[in-house]
């Protein structure tokens, strides 16, 4: 009689340990992939492109199929509101809200990185009970070597 509640509660912790686990590696990868970005006078492509494989790599040994990633620089004008000056966005929406959350942050010229990582978790056992599980974390860096991050290329 107990075997069958006792099974419940056991995929049941399963998919939380998994969620929780997935919630924690959804934060480190925004904040890798922030803390690259802000260590460049200029960005490519290929960096670029190494930098989100980099992000993806926190998510391991999980699969990437709910992961999305939008990565932005901005430069503020002489109103302090923040002007986009590249933005690289991969499997989700561009997160406008954390761009104009900036706003007055800073002092004309300065500039800031913006990493914005989601994922989406569908728990293998409480799908039949849950909807999936949507993680989002936002990371903000300001350059290390100049103000702003420019687009080389």
């Known amino acids: 009689m107990l075997f069958p509640v006792m099974l419940t509660l056991l995929m049941g912790v399963y998919d939380l340990g998994n969620g929780i686990s997935l919630s924690e590696k959804t934060i480190t990868s925004s904040q890798i992939a922030a803390d690259l ?10 960096s670029l492109t190494e930098i989100i494989g980099g992000a993806k790599l926190a998510f ?3 699969a990437l199929h709910g992961f999305g990633i939008d990565i932005v620089s901005i430069r503020f004008d002489e109103n302090n509101n923040p002007e986009i000056l590249w933005r690289e966005t991969q499997d989700m929406a561009p997160n406008s809200d954390a761009v104009n959350s900036v706003a007055g942050l800073a002092e004309e010229g ?3 990185i913006i990493v914005t990582v989601q994922y989406t978790y569908s728990p293998m056992f409480s799908k039949f009970f849950t909807n999936d599980l949507n ?15 420019t687009w080389d290329g």
């Not at 970005?37 to 290929?46: E, K, Q």
């Not at 974390?137 to 991050?149: C, H, I, K, L, M």
């Open 37 to 46: 970005v802000s260590r460049n006078r200029t960005i490519d492509s290929s």
């Open 60 to 62: 391991e040994p999980y």
């Open 110 to 112: 300065e500039g800031m």
């Open 135 to 149: 993680f989002k974390e936002v990371a903000f860096a300001r350059g290390r070597r100049s103000p702003t991050v």
